[in-house]
């Protein structure tokens, strides 16, 4: 096999490994940046009858972090689902790193023992079937939009999507070079022995 038929299918492969890669990337990334779309729709008058304001208000009943991710540090893969009041139709999704999250345990930790009796308020945006948190508060303190919405999701956002845009087009190239590439015929130069 010449090394250009293997360089052909590297090329395709690889294309289509970074494609993979970014569509997976992009389910995760997915509600968070739908919940900004949706929040500023709204506020700049487009798709208002869509988004409604969520404010609620309970003790948290019910919280799990997803095993794969949990406690990675990794934008949009590290979260917290949360359910309230022991209502299991509503669940809320906290997207948030380890710095924001050790602000936010010195007035609220979701594994402190007495975490089900401080009462919360949350605002959140619906998203599917879930609510993405967009701002908490107790009486002992806050974690605020601009930390929360600003300062990481819409920031890890654009850089998510920035990311995807880029391994989707170096992905397609790929593929578009591998299917169209033709491998030179390299013609072995005849030895003087053989040509008399």
């Known amino acids: 096999m010449s090394v250009f038929r293997v360089r052909k299918v590297a090329f395709i492969n690889f294309g289509l490994l970074l494609i993979f890669l970014a569509s997976w990337i992009s389910w995760y990334i997915y509600p968070v940046a739908r919940s900004i779309t ?18 609620f208000y ?91 919405s600003v300062d990481y999701h819409f920031y890890w956002c654009f850089v998510g999507l920035s990311l995807i845009a880029l391994m989707m087009i170096v992905g397609l190239v790929l593929v578009v070079v591998g299917i169209v590439h033709k491998p030179r015929h390299v013609i072995s130069p005849v030895s003087v022995e053989n040509a008399e």
């Open 58 to 148: 309970g003790k948290v009943s019910y919280a799990a972090i997803p095993s794969l991710f949990g406690g990675s540090n990794i934008p949009f893969f590290d979260k917290i689902f949360f359910q309230i009041n022991g209502d299991s139709g509503a669940t809320f999704v906290l997207y948030a790193n380890d710095e924001i999250l050790d602000r936010m345990a010195e007035w609220y930790d979701f594994s402190a023992a007495n975490a089900s009796e401080v009462p919360l308020e949350i605002y959140a945006v619906k998203v599917g079937d879930k609510f993405i948190v967009k701002s908490m508060a107790s009486t002992d303190g806050e974690l605020s939009w601009e930390e929360l």
């Open 38 to 55: 949706k929040e500023f729709s709204s506020e700049y008058g487009f798709a208002a009858a869509e988004f409604e304001d969520h404010v």
